[in-house]
C-alpha cells in the first residue's frame, strides 16, 4: 500500500515539474526575443532649458477700494418727498438725489426775506433822515443791526433748505437704494452708496525685509478671479508711516487704472510689485515637470550612437524647482543651459526610453 502511494506521489512530481519546467522553458524563449527585440521609440515634445530676464517681483494679496466712497445720508431729519435717482445710475457731482420735506424751511424763508425787505426800507429811511439831522446815530446803527440780522437769517434757512435736498458729492456711480418716497429719515440713515471707480486704490501689506524694494512710483500689477486672464496695471502712491510691531508688515497703497469701470471696490486679487531690476533665471515650460514622492524631475533628452547609428533617450534628472511665471519655471538646480527636456509624452517614458521629438507640437 505504502508503496503504490510513493509510486503515485513519484508520477504526479514529474507530471507538475514537466509542466512548470515547460513554463519555465517558454517564458525564457520569450525573454531571449523581447531581448532582441528594438525598444519602441517614443514620440515625445520637447524644449530647451535656457536663460530668462525676469524682474524679481513681491507678491501679496491686496483689496481694491473706491479713491473716494461714501454712504449717502441725510443731516437733518424728515420725511422723503421725492428721490430722483435709479439705484445703479452714474451720477454727475451735484446732482439731486434725495429731496426731505422743506415745507416748514420754504414758509419760514418767505417770512425772513419779508423782513429783510422791512428792514431795508428802514435803514435807507434812516440814512435819508440822519442827513437832515432827523435821526441820531443810534437809530441808524439799530437800523444797520437789524437789516444785517434779517440777512443772516436768510443765509441760515437757505443752508437748511440746501441741506434738505441731498445731492451727490462727488461723480460716481450708485449703489441699491434703501429709502422710500414718504420714509422718515433721521441724521445719518443710509440712502445709497456712491463710489468712483476709476481710479482705485489697492491696499496691501508686505513684510518689513522688503521696505527696501519698494517706494512711491514702483509698478504694480493685479488680477483677480472676477476677471480672470486680465491684469491691471497701476503704481504705489504711498507707504504707511511706520511698520506694525505685531505683524511686522508695512501698509501700501496703489493707485490702479481702471478705464473700463470692470473693477469694482471690495474685491480681493493677487498683487505682484514689479522691481525696475532685472535677474537671469534658468526657465523651463512648467509642462516638463513630473512629480513623485521622491521629488520633482524631468526628462532630459540625450544623443548617442549605437551600432553607428545615432539615437536619443531621454533619462530622468532630478531638479529643483522655483518661481513660476507665464507656464514657465525658474530651475535651481539640476539644468543647465542648452538642456533639451521633455515637455509633453512623459506618461509613456521609462529611465532610458527612446524618443523621437515631434515638431508639430
Not at 454712504?71 to 451720477?91: D, K
Not at 461723480?171 to 476709476?198: A, C, E, F, H
Not at 505682484?272 to 526657465?283: M, N, P, Y
Amino acid at each position: 500500500m505504502k508503496k503504490a502511494f510513493v509510486i503515485v506521489i513519484i508520477g504526479l512530481l514529474i507530471v507538475f515539474g514537466g509542466i512548470f519546467g515547460f513554463k519555465a522553458f517558454v517564458n525564457s524563449k520569450i525573454a531571449e526575443a523581447m531581448a532582441h527585440m528594438p525598444k519602441p521609440v517614443v514620440t515625445v515634445s520637447a524644449a530647451t532649458a535656457e536663460i530668462a530676464h525676469w524682474h524679481p517681483q513681491l507678491r501679496a494679496v491686496a483689496s481694491l477700494a473706491a479713491v473716494q466712497g461714501v454712504e449717502v445720508s441725510p443731516q437733518i431729519a424728515g420725511n422723503v418727498t421725492a428721490i430722483h435717482f435709479h439705484s445703479g445710475q452714474y451720477v454727475q457731482a451735484g446732482t439731486p438725489l434725495v429731496q426731505i420735506d422743506n415745507s416748514t424751511q420754504l414758509a419760514q424763508l418767505a417770512s425772513d426775506q419779508a423782513q429783510l425787505r422791512l428792514a431795508s426800507s428802514n435803514l435807507q429811511r434812516t440814512k435819508e433822515l440822519i442827513a437832515t439831522k432827523a435821526a441820531s446815530q443810534a437809530q441808524l446803527d439799530s437800523a444797520q443791526a437789524t437789516y444785517q440780522t434779517d440777512q443772516a437769517a436768510i443765509k441760515d434757512i437757505q443752508a437748511t433748505l440746501n441741506k434738505l435736498t441731498i445731492s451727490a458729492p462727488f461723480s460716481g456711480y450708485l449703489g441699491i437704494r434703501q429709502v422710500n418716497v414718504g420714509q422718515y429719515l433721521t441724521p445719518g440713515t443710509k440712502i445709497v452708496d456712491l463710489q468712483s471707480w476709476s481710479p482705485l486704490y489697492a491696499n496691501f501689506t508686505l513684510p518689513q525685509s522688503d521696505l527696501q524694494n519698494i517706494q512711491a512710483g514702483t509698478p504694480v500689477q493685479i488680477q483677480t478671479d472676477a476677471l480672470p486672464g486680465q491684469t491691471f496695471s497701476g503704481k504705489v502712491t504711498a507707504l504707511g508711516s511706520a511698520v506694525n510691531s505685531t505683524t511686522r508688515q508695512i501698509e501700501v497703497q496703489a493707485t490702479i487704472d481702471n478705464p473700463k469701470n470692470q473693477l469694482r471696490p471690495g474685491l480681493f486679487g493677487e498683487l505682484t510689485v514689479v522691481r525696475d531690476t532685472t535677474e537671469k533665471v534658468l526657465v523651463i515650460p512648467v509642462s516638463a515637470i513630473s512629480y513623485n514622492t521622491f521629488g520633482d524631475y524631468v526628462y532630459v533628452i540625450h544623443k548617442e550612437k549605437k551600432d553607428g547609428k545615432t539615437q536619443e533617450t531621454a533619462v530622468q534628472q532630478v531638479i529643483k524647482p522655483g518661481k513660476q511665471r507665464d507656464g514657465m519655471v525658474e530651475i535651481l538646480s539640476g539644468l543647465k543651459q542648452g538642456d533639451r527636456i521633455v515637455t509633453a509624452g512623459q506618461v509613456k517614458l521609462v529611465n532610458g526610453s527612446l524618443v523621437t521629438i515631434s515638431h508639430n507640437a
